[in-house]
């Protein structure tokens, strides 16, 4: 994949005058395409070109779409950056380096519209067209906000009634802890899994106290009336979980929140920051640090809001989960319980239940457990799609390698005992050395 070290999205996010001191090819020229011409139309366009050759000879804005090879022929490539205005950059890459590589770099789509979001000050547009642009990425907001509360309450009872006509194991744990992997190696290996990131109904702002009062008796019974319920959930470094949970929505769901308005100078100094506030407040809802909040809280009272708040913190955490999710909802306190730090898991019995927390950075170290847990002779561990390997994995890779948080951050990260709970003392030290200047 040496298409990987040629990928500038990182370096253009962070100067896009780099666009500005280039000749521009444009791959693929469909609806991104379009969507992005108003910005890309004011930068040294020299070329445009496209997969599909139905399009070749096509005119897309005063140019004509050529095979690449073409473009190749005719242009010094040495000052060319290719934008893939595509979902299939990967193929297109390859496809391009095997007949030139001496262009200067890839910006993928990802990095375009992060590259926007981040610079919209700097961005080269007319007044009309920068109102059109703002214009655009608020109705985004706006239909996104109208369709975040519809979206919630579907995937709440969904989840409810799964569990209550099915004996699958539950996968029920905190979002970005590989646990789909985990899902998957069951349900290929024969055996059901029904991964849920929550039951308690506090977490989810869309229902009004009424509904939360009858929720709570509904999961209760239904734990009851089960015969054996087997859970598994995980745990992970906190600050890798929210850097991946960050990239993860970013730049789709993002639309002008107030995390874009505050004009990101530099990526690693304010993904820092934004870290610091706490993405996850709602782990179902990585948004509304984002200008959600009044939308989601729309139907729950004050006294609940500020109930929920006692419960959770002011960020949703590892400690708030078993809190709000193993407590409050199976009964099970996970920090009553010792955790084996060295082997990285420990089994929990109470009642009809019986919980495997696992780390998930020795994840991979314990497929035989997770096989005699679950009774699932053919499992095995499927890998899925990292943080690292999406599209946005450009970005994510140079964040994680680059990003250098303060001390401060450190301590109001690591000092606590929910995470001592699960890593050992050497572990903690390696996790602040990794996001700390120890690691330059």
């Known amino acids: 994949m040496r298409f990987k070290e040629r990928v500038i999205d990182y370096e253009v996010i962070q100067d896009i005058s780099l666009l500005e001191k280039s000749q521009l090819i444009i791959y693929g020229v469909s609806s991104s395409a379009e969507r992005f011409w108003p910005i890309v139309k004011n930068y040294n ?43 299939y950059a990967e193929d297109i890459m390859e496809f391009c380096l095997n007949i030139s590589d001496e262009m200067k770099g890839f910006v993928t789509l990802f ?7 981040v610079n919209q000050k700097k961005l080269k547009l007319e007044t009309e067209q920068r109102k059109e642009y703002k214009k655009y990425w608020q109705q985004k907001l706006y239909i996104e906000k109208q369709r975040i509360n519809g979206y919630y309450r579907h995937s709440y009872y969904r989840g409810i009634s799964f569990f209550q006509t099915s004996n699958d194991v539950l996968i029920y744990t905190l979002g970005k802890v590989a646990t789909t992997a985990i899902a998957l190696g069951l349900r290929e290996g024969g055996c059901g899994a029904l991964r849920v990131e929550g039951f308690s109904p506090y977490l989810y702002y869309i229902l009004d106290d009424d509904e939360i009062k009858i929720c709570q008796d509904l999961i209760h019974s239904i734990i009851k009336e089960k015969e054996k319920v087997k859970i598994i959930t995980c745990v992970r470094d906190p600050i890798a ?16 929140g107030d995390f874009v308005s505050n004009a990101i100078s530099e990526v690693s100094e304010d993904l820092g920051k934004y870290v610091k506030k706490g993405l996850l407040n709602n782990i179902n809802s990585p948004l509304s640090n984002c200008g959600y909040d009044s939308v989601i809280t729309a139907n729950m009272s004050e006294n609940m809001k500020e109930e929920i708040l006692k419960k959770r913190g002011e960020r949703y955490s590892i400690s708030s989960f078993f809190e709000l999710e193993l407590k409050d909802v199976f009964g099970i306190d996970v920090f009553a319980y010792p955790f084996d730090k060295d082997r990285g898991y420990s089994i929990i019995s109470s009642n009809n239940i019986e919980c495997l927390v696992l780390k998930q950075e020795k994840l991979w170290e314990l497929e035989s457990v997770i096989r005699e847990f679950t009774k699932c002779t053919e499992f095995v561990l499927k890998e899925r799609f990292s943080a690292s390997q999406r599209l946005s994995g450009y970005v994510y890779q140079k964040v994680v390698d680059n990003i250098i948080l303060s001390d401060e951050m450190l301590d109001w990260y690591y000092s606590n005992n929910s995470i001592s709970h699960f890593y050992s003392e050497e572990e903690i030290l390696e996790f602040r050395a990794k996001w700390s200047k120890c690691k330059k």
Not at 241 to 256: F, H, N, Q
Request: with cysteine; net charge negative; proline share 2%.
């Open 45 to 87: 366009i020299v070329g445009c070109s496209d997969g599909n050759t139905n399009r070749i000879g096509f005119d897309f804005h005063g140019y004509k779409v050529e095979g690449f090879k073409e473009l190749s022929n005719r242009l010094d490539f040495k000052e060319v950056i290719i934008l893939i205005l595509s979902v």
């Open 111 to 117: 990095g375009l519209q992060y590259t926007c979001l």
């Open 241 to 256: 979980r929210d850097i991946s949970a960050l990239m993860y929505v970013l730049p789709e769901k993002l639309w002008g």
